[in-house]
């Protein structure tokens, strides 16, 4: 399980074009094998790299895809449909292959992170809802990525469900984050569905409903229920105030104070001068957690300004990637049989500014780069595309989400300083194999680059 | 139903304070009633005023609340919580009220969007996934508003699904664009869910699929098997080739063009050179629709070219709101008891930028702007947040989204020219009433002031 509730439900979060056309492509028999690649045109403002994600829930959705009678029966109920078609989507299952580069990988622009190689239908069906799932995590993983590298080792959580795109939402988000490298999530529902670590403080109504003069007697009585997990939020009425009726509460109970959260003002000076007052008290290990409208901007300054801040809560930057909350990626023909079961041949469009490299690919890492090749090429270099469903069946074991976000921290660590900037980073190059530059020429298109590099 | 496929399956949607905190409140008898209120401190960049949204879909959740077997077990297995705690929440339902200001009414910032008031536990644990669907259904509404508005009249389609954050959030998002006014989505589930028209044209790779030179068989074929709903895409090699090729398609197949797609290069001046070949084709009823990155700025500029566009398809920008990608929307406690039974007493918060208005509220909407004021205070205007549940039942009918739509759009109609501007409009005015301005003072709160207007 890997996000998705219910991938059965999934079925109709299509494009009604992907229905039309299959239509069409069933009536005049155009049912042979087409491969579909994944790729990211552009990278987003100050990005040199995405961090791929999403690649399991994508393999769980397509592995439960299956149309169930109610939603058949409102399919044949809009009399768009033919009886020969909605009969193709009862039967219909993924009987294809799915590839895709690990999860947690830092890739560049122009990269097929997925490739899709099915009967045509099967691989017109799920265009708009692989796009969604994997341009979502991929863009909140890269998002959290540069979050979690402002924050130097110092442990970032994902406080963002109420602000991100509809409760569902939050699931995908909470993943991407993990594999990034957060810590955890608040989110419940990804600790049960997913098995993310999950964390809580304490909101201010908690502090305001023991009334005006209540602070310290809710602090107390926060530690006596929770004595092993109370992070107390203190700036309800005056933050430095509050740490010290926090103080107070901890000696008064007995129970050792956890971590006290800052969630407004001067955070850098606020955190100074908590901090003073805890280690007055004798109280070394007692966190200060900071959260408020922080991205990896703020974090970088509040840490460069020498903040002792020991953990961050990160909302709606992190949840929504807000400066750059979309990915374009695109899922693109690149080769189809031209008889039935021949061998894949190669085809790319001409759209202005929007032609695709034609082929089936693989992507080969190197130190300096990736290079964008065929899948038949003998090039140096680590392989990055893998099998991931093989006719409809799951190839090997899902990795287990720890193995992701230790492959994202160790990959990461591995990019150029230049690359990982948090403003105008270097993009991580991506070249052309020549094989891939002829194949192009062979089809009129040589007179584009990719972004990062240039042709080899 | 408003979206959320199954809301019983929305309990963890919850950030784990609200559970630590809750089972809190039931150790220390702490369950009478509290009122708690959704605003949006600041309106989003260039917005003059929000559209609310999302309320029946808030709805649905309340009204579906419980945790299952298995989601108990799970709390159980964690081994956080009181086993009085996991009964108390067995038996959990929605049991209090809800207020909102109707779906579609244009707002302003700190306004109370909806109240909920109910036992405090009750109350606390929703909030996350209240905010998550009306911030989520708002922001998108208010993006969607402006898009609309700059198509002046032309329709407008939700092409989003693959961009949005994540399948599930393209439920919201069509109905949100729905409701501002957009004609309908791509997104059959939001066809299937909730009634909203759906549309579709043709992708690349169905050209692409009748090989190098088969464009025009591609259109052709189309035409026959989609005789009333083909409207073709012709930049897949050339717009003005594409084009020539969909007007010897449709005289070939006798099936009347209903409509061509242009999705790349100079938009306005390509949709002149198509208009132009179809018209001396005698196609003047022919549509010509647009996509490509647009958002309300694209619109505008493209109409105020002249582009003799006639529909326009918006994905990224309208998925994901994309120039203000969150909205800032918060819940706060504004009223509870003080003793059990007794009446809701006002109460603020004080956090540095983040105090709240104390009480219970009621917005009283006139021509020139709004006024928030108590809910017991006698104000002219009309009164815009009502009743939707009472003691865990709906009040009244759910309106239909048609009738939402409707609302939208007319009270979009009456709102003043600088509020509607899509740069730097004015924002629409929201002043407290006095009574609410002595309550601040009262509780010593009276230094703020509402965005939009200087108190009263």
């Not at 999860?103 to 692989?130: D, M, N, Y």
């Not at 082929?359 to 038949?376: A, P, S």
């Not at 002829?438 to 990062?452: H, I, M, V």
Request: some cysteine; hydrophobic content about 40%; charged content about 20%.
């Amino acid at each position: 399980m890997a996000t998705l509730g219910d991938p059965c439900g999934y079925a109709l979060h299509c494009d009604e074009y992907e229905l039309t056309m299959s239509q069409s492509f069933l009536a005049n028999g155009q049912t042979g094998t087409a491969a579909f690649e994944m790729s990211v045109r552009t990278l987003p403002v100050d990005r040199g790299y995405l961090i791929a994600a999403g690649l399991a829930t994508a393999a769980e959705y397509l592995r439960g895809l299956r149309f169930d009678e109610t939603q058949l029966r409102w399919l044949a109920s809009s009399g768009v449909y033919s009886p020969a078609f909605l009969e193709h989507l009862r039967g219909l299952r993924f009987s294809g292959d799915l590839d895709g580069i690990p999860e947690g990988t830092p890739v560049g622009a122009c990269t097929p992170l997925l490739r899709v190689t099915a009967p045509r239908i099967e691989a017109t069906i799920v265009e708009s809802a692989l796009l969604a799932v994997v341009n979502h995590q991929t863009l909140i993983a890269t998002k959290a990525a540069r979050i979690v590298d402002a924050a130097r080792g110092r442990p970032v959580w994902d406080f963002s469900l109420r602000r991100v795109h509809g409760p569902d939402a939050a699931v995908g988000v909470a993943r991407a984050a993990y594999i990034a490298g957060c810590a955890g999530t608040a989110t419940v529902v990804a600790g049960q569905r997913l098995g993310i670590p999950t964390t809580g403080t304490m909101a201010h109504h908690y502090v305001i409903a023991f009334g005006p003069d209540g602070e310290e007697r809710a602090f107390a009585q926060f530690l006596r229920d929770w004595p092993d997990r109370a992070v107390l939020l203190v700036d309800t009425w005056d933050t430095v105030h509050g740490t010290e009726r926090a103080i107070a509460a901890a000696r008064a109970t007995g129970v050792p104070l956890t971590g006290v959260r800052l969630d407004s003002g001067d955070l850098a000076g606020l955190a100074r001068a908590v901090r003073v007052r805890l280690d007055a008290a004798g109280m070394q290990h007692t966190r200060i957690v900071a959260s408020n409208e922080l991205d990896e901007h703020r974090i970088a300054e509040l840490l460069a300004d020498g903040a002792p801040i020991d953990a961050f809560g990160v909302g709606t930057m992190l949840g929504t990637s807000a400066d750059a909350p979309a990915l374009g990626g695109v899922f693109k023909l690149v080769a189809q049989e031209e008889t039935p079961g021949g061998p894949l041949q190669p085809v790319m469009k001409f759209s202005s500014g929007k032609r695709t490299d034609p082929g089936v690919h693989q992507v080969f890492r190197r130190t300096q780069g990736d290079i964008v090749g065929l899948v038949d090429e003998e090039l140096p270099g680590r392989r990055l595309l893998m099998p991931v469903i093989r006719g409809g069946e799951a190839v090997g074991q899902e990795e287990a989400l720890d193995q992701l976000r230790r492959r994202c921290l160790e990959e990461r660590a591995a990019l150029p300083e230049a690359v990982r900037r948090l403003r105008d980073p270097q993009p991580w190059t991506v070249r052309r194999s020549p094989g891939l530059e002829a194949l192009r020429r062979n089809l009129g298109g040589a007179d584009a680059e990719l972004a990062g590099g240039t042709a080899a």
